[in-house]
């Protein structure tokens, strides 16, 4: 009953540990707000559950409900106001109020005592959790849910595939993002990751490559550190949509750590958007909300183009 009012339903997967998996979900659920799409996030990483620190929201408890749970809300939707007729260099409108969707979370980190407690349970009780989640949260209506996985192909994954195979009707089960970065190694893990949904009827809606590149912090540079090009070449050879490369900044770190608004250097353009410029013109300072300050960042644009494509796959496969 507590998936009936949810449109689409994406899992975010990964072979291999590391990989920024937590990091994705995390942007992408940001990406999909700032799209105007009420989003859900729920985490599965029952003994690692960073979701709560990611979004800034550790000290919050969930709230009991007739038979289940309320998940914590990051934030409420609002409605763009105040449109223009201006565009920007690249052609695209911009407004100068920018709406956003509502953004709720359910993870396991909300539910333990303290921190830093250990999570040291049995495949049984980790499989009765997650199919507790994905019965017991009363999301209400939702556009988006997304399901950020442990690393592997483990217990929590193959519980939480046979109870959305049941719960969820085709339609909603959109599907699952795959998250690797270039090195070799991790593509090579993360091929077990794509042979887990085939052999479990789940579709492939696309390959992210997390890590590719470094945004310098003192420079408008992007070093390819970890080299590049893992993820797509992949992504060719299963034949699975490449929805976009991901470079490392340290400004996203500092927000998500520090709760600190990016600033950039002269000359940092992504995307066509100068993101110094951007930074300079927006009003929200460092106590705005996540989504917001998210706004300023360099990868924002890069995920608006990566959940575009996300979006247009969905709709593919629901259609």
């Not at 408890?61 to 309320?70: E, F, T, Y």
């Not at 989640?133 to 442990?150: E, K, N, Q, R």
């Not at 479990?200 to 003192?218: D, K, Q, R, W, Y």
């Amino acid at each position: 009953m507590s998936l009936q009012d949810i449109k689409h339903i994406a899992l975010v997967l990964s072979g291999k540990g590391g990989v920024g998996k937590s990091s994705v979900t995390t942007q992408l659920a940001l990406a999909l707000s700032l799209q105007g799409h009420n989003v859900g996030v729920l985490d599965i990483d029952l003994t690692g559950p960073s979701i709560p620190r990611f979004f800034g929201i550790e000290s919050a408890k969930v709230r009991q409900a007739p038979g289940g749970w309320l998940p914590v809300q990051v934030h409420d939707g609002q409605e763009a106001s105040d449109k223009t007729n201006g565009h920007h260099e690249n052609g695209q409108e911009k407004n100068s109020q920018s709406g956003h969707g509502a953004l709720y979370c359910m993870s396991l980190g909300f539910l333990l005592a303290n921190r830093g407690d250990a999570v040291v349970w049995r495949g049984p009780k980790k499989t009765a959790m997650v199919r507790q989640f994905l019965s017991d949260v009363h999301w209400g209506p939702l556009d988006y849910l997304l399901i950020d996985t442990p690393p592997g192909t483990s217990d929590e994954h193959i519980s939480l595939v046979e109870t959305l195979l049941k719960s969820a009707t085709p339609e909603q089960l959109a599907g699952a993002v795959i998250v690797t970065t270039p090195q070799a190694i991790s593509v090579s893990d993360v091929k077990k990751e794509i042979n887990f949904c085939r052999k479990t009827s789940v579709h492939v809606l696309g390959v992210i490559e997390n890590m590719a590149g470094f945004v310098c912090p003192n420079c408008a540079e992007c070093t390819d550190v970890f080299s590049k090009g893992g993820g797509k070449a992949m992504a060719t050879e299963f034949e699975v949509p490449f929805l976009g490369s991901v470079p490392i900044d340290p400004m996203f770190i500092r927000l998500i750590e520090e709760g600190k608004a990016p600033v950039y250097p002269e000359g940092t353009v992504v995307d066509g958007q100068d993101m110094h410029q951007n930074g300079e013109k927006s009003e929200v300072g460092d106590e705005g909300l996540l989504v917001e300050k998210y706004a300023r960042c360099s990868l924002c644009p890069v995920f608006a183009g990566i959940v575009r494509g996300l979006v247009d796959n969905i709709n593919v496969t629901a259609g």
